[in-house]
T-cell receptor, first 113, second 111 residues
Framework: NAGVMQNPRHLVRRRGQEARLRCSPM?????VYWYRQLPEEGLKFMVY????????ESGMPKERFSAEFPKEGPSILRIQQVVRGDSAAYFC???????????FGDGTRLSIL | QKEVEQNSGPLSVPEGAIASLNCTYS??????FFWYRQYSGKSPELIMS????GDKEDGRFTAQLNKASQYVSLLIRDSQPSDSATYLC???????????FGKGTTLSVSS
């Protein structure tokens, strides 16, 4: 499968735990984006990364959220000390270059108990 | 705050008709425009991209862009029940680092 791969598809955490979401971009893509979709709301940009660099994190909450895209391996979106308001679908997208069409993965549905 | 506005719908059309979806955006510096389709519980699927004024056709889909009016539209010809979904308009920010999405228009095609 040459598409954007996200795992896990579903993740359940209790309040205060950590959530780690992983994303492998499409083959040939080195630009990765994370978006969040809250119930009944639109997709909101969180962060844009290239290998080993965060390019734009203007949509990321200042606390508890972090993202990385190491030289080897998938991009990781990490949420520390999760709260009920973090429950959402988190989508990763990738593109061949900046300002090129972004292709989305199937998403991770995060539920906080 | 840069915004993308869409009518939420639902837009209901009979099978075989033309569905017309509209979108306006606030950032005059935006250069890239996209339409995504999202089925309930699924991820957004790219269906059209457009970068210059005018029309762009791909099969049953035609995207139209008017930068002076800050307006993007999507026409779906010969609509099918399988086209029933939410259609998301997305616009790149000036830096090209993020897509700004509208909340989507729900399309329902009845057979």
């Amino acid at each position: 499968n040459a598409g954007v791969m996200q795992n896990p598809r579903h993740l359940v955490r209790r309040r205060g735990q950590e959530a780690r979401l992983r994303c492998s971009p499409m083959k040939g893509h080195s630009h990765v984006y994370w978006y969040r979709q809250l119930p009944e709301e639109g997709l909101k940009f969180m962060v844009y990364l290239q290998k080993e660099n965060i390019i734009d994190e203007s949509g990321m909450p200042k606390e508890r959220f972090s993202a990385e895209f190491p030289k080897e391996g998938p991009s990781i979106l990490r949420i520390q000390q999760v709260v009920r308001g973090d429950s959402a679908a988190y989508f990763c997208a990738s593109s061949e270059d900046r300002d090129q069409p972004q292709h989305f993965g199937d998403g991770t549905r995060l539920s906080i108990l | 705050q840069k915004e993308v506005e869409q009518n939420s719908g639902p837009l209901s059309v009979p099978e075989g008709a033309i569905a017309s979806l509209n979108c306006t955006y606030s950032d005059r510096g935006s250069q890239s425009f996209f339409w995504y389709r999202q089925y309930s519980g699924k991820s957004p699927e790219l269906i059209m991209s457009i970068y210059s004024n005018g029309d762009k056709e791909d099969g049953r889909f035609t995207a139209q862009l008017n930068k002076a009016s800050q307006y993007v539209s999507l026409l779906i010809r010969d609509s099918q029940p399988s086209d029933s979904a939410t259609y998301l308009c997305a616009v790149n920010n000036q830096a090209g680092t993020a897509l700004i999405f509208g909340k989507g228009t729900t399309l329902s095609v009845s057979s």
